[in-house]
């Protein structure tokens, strides 16, 4: 495994590197491209230079298009020296433009489509939920679900990452368990583009205790927002999975 995770890293770091060149070699402006990236990885030009081997103000000329356009190996050596830097600070930068695949099984517990949908009410009934937005969907079709750590979501997930809750279709329902009020997974969804067709939390004792701005944000979605009343995360992930039995 940990070999397979290296090669895996290796290719998403080399796939990373010839995304940079391409995109400088192929610029109108190879200057503002080399400027872009240096900026996205958060490397001055002093610092990049110094480790390239040339003074600040021949990447600047570069960079502000007074100089020729850099040959290949200028660019070659551009690229490999921003991925050689952002590796001593920690690789974020490659994980981040390299969209390297990412252990999501702390956060995704458990994710399944339906065969045959099933409603919001379907749902809502199984895992002994109160509805407290949208209650005039009750009868949306719900063709999948995801159940979601939310302390693990709000630590480990990016914005480009958010979109793997979603499995094969958006048409889901997105559990979110372990939540105080309800407020941090309404305003992800809020903010994403892609919508659920239904959200669930699971934390809250009462409907008394779920933050008022959550359901607001539901209803401004239109998106029905459930409570799940099961005792533990254990019961409620059963009654899902029950679910996917065809009746």
């Known amino acids: 495994m940990i070999r397979e995770n290296q090669k895996a890293l290796k290719l998403a770091k080399e796939s990373l590197m010839n995304r940079i060149a391409g995109e400088i ?23 990049l230079a110094k480790e390239i081997g040339f003074v600040p103000s021949v990447l600047s000329d570069y960079e502000k298009s007074r100089r020729k356009s850099p040959g290949t190996s200028f660019i070659k050596k551009f690229v490999s020296t921003l991925i050689s830097i952002d590796e001593k600070r920690g690789g974020n930068c490659i ?5 390297i695949p990412k252990d999501l099984s702390k956060v995704i517990l458990d994710m399944a489509e339906f065969i045959i949908p099933r409603t919001v009410q379907d749902i809502t009934k199984a895992i002994d ?31 480009n990452e958010f979109i793997q809750l979603f499995g094969i279709n958006s048409m889901r329902a997105l559990i979110f368990i372990d939540v105080s009020k309800g407020r941090s997974p309404m305003v992800a ?20 205790d779920v933050d008022k701005l959550a359901i607001e944000l539901a209803e401004l979605d239109y998106v029905p927002l459930v409570l799940s009343l099961k005792p533990s995360i254990e019961e409620l992930i059963d009654s899902m999975k029950r679910l996917k039995i065809i009746k």
């Not at 939920?129 to 709000?154: H, R």
């Open 95 to 99: 994980e981040k433009y390299s969209l």
């Open 189 to 208: 969804v809020r903010i994403y583009p892609i919508k659920p067709k239904m959200v669930v939390i699971h934390g809250p004792k009462s409907q008394d």
């Open 129 to 159: 939920g109160v509805i407290l937005a949208c209650k005039e969907s009750i009868n949306l079709p719900i063709y999948g679900y995801t159940i979601i750590n939310s302390i693990e979501a709000i630590k480990t997930l990016t914005g």
């Open 25 to 47: 070699i192929m610029s109108p402006d190879p200057g503002a491209a080399m400027r872009k990236w240096r900026e996205l990885f958060g490397i001055s030009k002093s610092e």
